[in-house]
Each structure stands twice: as structure tokens, then as C-alpha cells.
């Protein structure tokens, strides 16, 4: 397994035997927050019952797959039927999600959530119906919480209001989705305040090297 993979074992690792979310490797590890929680708590059943780390990674491969099929049939909302047909199959040939997925990685699950982030806010765009703004961010939010880079990606949440040419609702509608946004986060940025007394959604560096597993 790489690095990476470490890091997320170790972090569930910790919350089941150390009651602390930490990667720290350590007989009394001190909380953190390099790694945002969902992927780590998917884990954390596999490493409780004591399961083949294949099969988590099996997981990884059968979410990539999922998030091909949902290119195409949230694709299908946008485009013609056949420009869906073509981007899932070109998502499902792309080389290196196929070989991260089939790791202890988070991407897998970080597509089920961020392609259909996407895609309903450019239904947004499409529709200017507010269901699909509000869906889109509550998928975006949930993909912050499996990898931090979708914290900043809010910013695509502003871009498509701004797109939608609501011009008498865009206020509103921007502080709707912020109130959505940082209500799923909550508990993250709670947690984050309580136990660590910041505000920062994650950590951006961790100077603590990780054992073999």
C-alpha cells in the first residue's frame, strides 16, 4: 500500500483503539485533522472486524465504477444521450483512477459524491431550478468531507448562481447554499474548534512519518 493508503488506516486505526482521530503513530496520539473523516470512517468497520484489506480496496474499484455510471445517467439530464454514453466510457478508461480505486485511497468515494456535485449545479445552470443548486452543494459539502481539496471548490457554487442569470435572487440564493455548505460541515468544523481550537478545515501539512501496516 502507498503512503497515503497508511495514513487512512492509521487514522481509523487510532479511533478504534485510542479513541482519537490522529495518524499519528503513537502508544497516546494527539488529535489532527490532516485527513478529513468519511473515507476513515468507512474504514474503520473493516479494521473492527479484521477483514482482508483487499476488500476495502475492492470497495475503492466498485465506487469508481458506480461514479462511471452516474456520468452517464446525470450526464444524460444535460447533454444528449450519446455525449453521456461517450464521457462515462472515457471516465471508465482513465488509467489512473482505475489503478488509485483499486487501493485503500478515497477517491472511489470521493467521485460518488463530487460527480454528482458537479453535475447538478450545471443542471443548475441548465434549469435554474433551486433543488438542483442546493443538491449540488450538499453533494460538494460531503465531497469536502472525503478529500479537503472540495472545501475550496465551493467556489463553484457562486459561478453557477452567477451563470443562472438569477439576477434579482442571486444574493438569496448564495446564502442559501453557504447555509447548506456549512451546515453538513459542521460537525467537522465543530470538532475542529473543540478538539484542536482551529477553525481550519484541515490540516495542510503533517510532519510524522507512517509505519507499515
Known amino acids: 500500500y502507498v503512503a497515503d493508503s497508511l495514513t487512512y488506516l492509521q487514522t481509523a486505526k487510532n479511533m478504534l483503539e485510542h479513541g482519537v482521530y490522529s495518524m499519528e503513530i503513537s502508544d497516546a496520539p494527539h488529535?489532527?485533522?490532516?485527513?478529513?473523516?468519511?473515507?476513515?470512517?468507512?474504514?474503520?468497520?473493516?479494521?473492527?472486524?479484521?477483514?482482508?484489506?483487499?476488500?476495502?480496496?475492492?470497495?475503492?474499484?466498485?465506487?469508481?465504477?458506480?461514479a462511471a455510471v452516474l456520468v452517464f445517467w446525470l450526464g444524460k439530464k444535460i447533454f444528449e444521450r450519446k455525449t453521456a454514453a461517450l464521457g462515462a466510457f472515457l471516465f471508465a478508461l482513465e488509467p489512473v483512477g482505475?489503478?488509485?480505486?483499486?487501493?485503500?485511497?478515497?477517491?472511489?468515494?470521493?467521485?460518488?459524491?463530487?460527480?454528482?456535485?458537479?453535475?447538478?449545479?450545471?443542471?443548475?445552470?441548465?434549469?435554474?431550478?433551486?433543488?438542483?443548486?442546493?443538491?449540488g452543494t450538499i453533494f460538494l459539502a460531503l465531497s469536502a468531507l472525503v478529500r479537503p481539496v472540495a472545501f475550496w471548490l465551493f467556489l463553484l457554487v457562486p459561478a453557477a448562481i452567477f451563470l443562472a442569470d438569477f439576477k434579482w435572487e442571486r444574493a438569496r440564493n448564495f446564502g442559501m447554499s453557504l447555509l447548506i455548505f456549512f451546515g453538513v460541515l459542521s460537525p467537522w468544523l465543530f470538532y475542529n474548534a473543540y478538539a484542536l481550537g482551529t477553525w481550519k478545515f484541515s490540516s495542510s501539512s503533517y510532519e510524522s512519518s507512517v509505519e507499515a501496516y
Open 31 to 66: 488529535p489532527d485533522n490532516f485527513r478529513s473523516p468519511l473515507y476513515p470512517a468507512f474504514l474503520l468497520p473493516f479494521l473492527e472486524f479484521k477483514t482482508s484489506l483487499y476488500i476495502p480496496a475492492l470497495f475503492g474499484a466498485v465506487f469508481m465504477s458506480l
Open 98 to 135: 482505475a489503478i488509485i480505486s483499486s487501493q485503500i485511497m478515497s477517491e472511489g468515494l470521493f467521485m460518488l459524491f463530487f460527480i454528482p456535485a458537479i453535475f447538478e449545479l450545471a443542471y443548475f445552470v441548465k434549469s435554474r431550478n433551486r433543488r438542483e443548486l442546493f443538491i
